[in-house]
């Protein structure tokens, strides 16, 4: 099955995440919408940091130049995004990392939110979150969230710290939510060194037995 990587806000590791579980989970990637290429964008960094080549990147279906909101890089590039281009067809639902923009409450145009997107698509859905202050806060919000719209959600994966636990321990209380293990800052940052801190950190075995996604 595929599934939805999505976050508690913009930068906070998803296409770092994204690209271990390619690599991790021998999986193909998707960013649907793309906002702001520097100098291209999320799967030239997913290529990258999981080793793949360009057969395991299933392209975009939007890419806008300005990284801003995606209704509003639409905006300046004369676009409007269109959802029925969204709809997941078959070569996408199996095998998939699929890729959110920003938060789940990013806008699209003026009537949709990604979050009605992942509602439709009904995947399974890790999220993303910063180990740091502030996280307790984003990272129930977006779970209550996830939750009001009935999408499956694996659990969370933080980046930061791994001494820090607190966050994690106190977020699985309230919210019910597993904690699938923080990815530390890795630095230099390749596919080798992405693809060990995965083995090390990150409950793949959680996510292989509850969505047998490989």
Same mark, same amino acid.
């Given at each position: 099955m595929s599934f939805i990587v999505t976050g508690t806000d913009t930068d906070v590791g998803k296409t770092v995440v994204a690209a271990g579980l390619v690599a991790s989970l021998r999986m193909r990637y998707w960013k649907p919408v793309q906002s702001g290429l520097d100098p291209d964008g999320d799967a030239e960094r997913v290529m990258e940091l999981a080793?793949?080549?360009? !057969?395991r990147?299933?392209?975009?279906?939007y890419k806008f130049p300005v990284p801003a909101s995606p209704h509003l890089s639409a905006?300046?590039?004369?676009e409007v995004i269109d959802p029925s281009r969204l709809c997941l067809t078959s070569d996408k639902a199996r095998?998939?990392?699929i890729e959110g923009a920003g938060g789940v409450m990013v806008p699209l145009n003026e009537q949709l939110l990604f979050i009605d997107i992942f509602k439709d698509w009904n995947l399974p859905t890790i999220l993303c979150a910063r180990n740091a202050v502030g996280t307790i806060n984003h990272t129930l919000l977006t779970i209550e969230k996830l939750k009001r719209y009935n999408i499956p959600l694996i659990g969370v994966i933080y980046s930061g !710290?791994?001494?820090?636990?607190?966050?994690?321990?106190?977020?699985?209380?309230? !919210?019910?939510t597993n904690s699938l293990g923080i990815l530390p800052i890795i630095n230099p940052i390749n596919a080798r060194t992405l693809f060990k801190a995965?083995?090390?950190h990150i409950d793949l075995a959680l996510i292989k037995e509850r969505y047998s996604c490989i």
């Open positions: 080793g793949v080549d360009r !057969s990147i299933v392209p975009e279906i905006r300046l590039a004369g095998g998939v990392v !710290s791994p001494e820090n636990t607190e966050n994690q321990r106190i977020i699985e209380h309230f !919210s019910g995965m083995q090390d």
